[in-house]
């Protein structure tokens, strides 16, 4: 089986930034698409990047959009999440996942097989 793991997590004031990790490993990824998710205590999980993992494309959700950028390391099966500007509002765990399916909208959770445990990012004000 796919695993991945998230690192970099922590407790930040606003306007820092922080960079989250994820560790895949169990398989070759080729073009699958990679991708981010977040969920707040009482909130449902909600997309915030992707990234096509042989490749360039990147989609954002809008309240990251300028602020976060997604970016891999294919020799390193790893994909990343820079975190600038962080605000309050962005206090959740964060997941990574993985989808082998073609063309499906990249926001959608339930299209992504695969999910990390999550790392925690809490933002002070």
């Known amino acids: 089986q796919v695993q991945l793991v998230e690192s970099g997590g922590g407790l930040v004031q606003a306007g820092g930034s922080l960079r989250l990790s994820c560790a895949a490993s169990g398989r070759s990824f080729g073009s699958y698409i990679m991708g981010w998710f977040r969920q707040a205590p009482g909130k449902e999980r909600e997309f915030v990047a992707a990234?096509?993992?042989?490749?360039?494309?990147?989609s954002y959700a809008d309240s990251v959009m300028g602020r976060f950028t997604i970016s891999t390391d294919n020799a390193k099966n790893t994909v990343y999440l820079q975190m600038n500007s962080l605000k309050p509002e962005d206090t959740a765990v964060y997941y990574c996942?993985?989808?082998?399916?073609?063309?499906?909208?990249?926001?959608?959770?339930?299209?992504?097989?695969?999910w990390g445990q999550g790392t925690q990012v809490a933002v002070s004000s």
């Open positions: 996942a993985v989808s082998t399916k073609l063309n499906i909208d990249i926001a959608a959770s339930a299209k992504y097989n695969y």
């Open positions: 990234i096509r993992w042989s490749g360039s494309r990147t």
